[in-house]
């Protein structure tokens, strides 16, 4: 395990650079800014290389309203900025009065608006739209009462910001993000060598958290003429 300001002073190491600073990763200038940068651009870029890693998956839970259908994220969320990058579609479930649980169906928003177009029934909701244009949830049929509805959603990629912060990557692939680092630091240092050296190692570690950390897609066999 690694802490921003640990990622720092090994990227400078591996930079070749003499010192063994910073000893902080707040308010620097200078060459200790640029490697506070570099450490904290290569782990946005690694948490950006794809959508659903494991690691950014978190969980949530809507209280839904008697009468009300839509929920935007500032509702959801509490939040005008919430770490959001999008929600884990097969991951709805609600809970009714009873505590029974039900998985909710996903259907695309076009298709759930023109189901329910003049319907105002209200009862248990079965399905579940998201609206692509701001991520709000609408669900249908409009509740009748309060009733839980639990899931799952990608974060948006986190950022660093001070000394301890600990990446949320495992553990074990802490020096992917100083091995990418270094290979940017030595665009900046004019170190072909290093470029080279540290993005194969770079790419390999993450290449090895993608085989960890992406869900396996699955198959459909197809049935046997």
């Keep these: 395990m690694a802490t921003y300001k640990e990622l720092v002073q090994l990227t400078r190491l591996l930079s070749g650079m003499q010192g063994t600073g910073p000893s902080t990763v707040v308010a620097q200038q200078g060459i200790e800014e640029v490697l506070t940068r570099m450490v904290r651009d290569a782990y946005v ?8 890693w494991n690691f950014l998956i978190r969980d949530k839970s809507i ?7 839509t929920y935007t994220l500032l509702q959801v969320f509490s939040t005008t900025a919430p770490l959001f990058k999008k929600y884990k579609k097969d991951s709805f479930i609600i809970t009714n009065s009873d505590g029974q649980k039900n998985y909710l169906r996903y259907t695309e928003r076009d298709v759930l608006e023109a189901q329910y177009l003049n319907d105002t029934v209200q009862k248990l909701p079965t399905q579940y739209a998201i609206n692509p244009e701001n991520n709000a949830l609408i669900f249908k049929p409009i509740p009748d009462g309060v ?61 090895e958290l993608m085989r960890l950390e992406i869900p396996k897609k699955r198959m459909q066999q197809r049935p046997m003429v």
């Design 45 to 52: 870029d690694i948490q950006n290389r794809r959508e659903e």
């Design 63 to 69: 209280t839904l309203q008697s009468g009300q259908d």
């Design 147 to 207: 009733y839980t509805v639990t899931c799952r959603y990608y974060a948006s990629p986190e950022i660093l910001s001070v000394d301890a912060q600990v990446p949320i990557l495992p553990a074990s692939y802490h020096n992917a993000i100083a091995y990418l680092a270094t290979a940017k630091m030595s665009i900046y240092l004019s170190s072909p060598e290093n470029y080279h050296e540290y993005t194969r190692k770079a790419e390999g570690m993450i290449g």
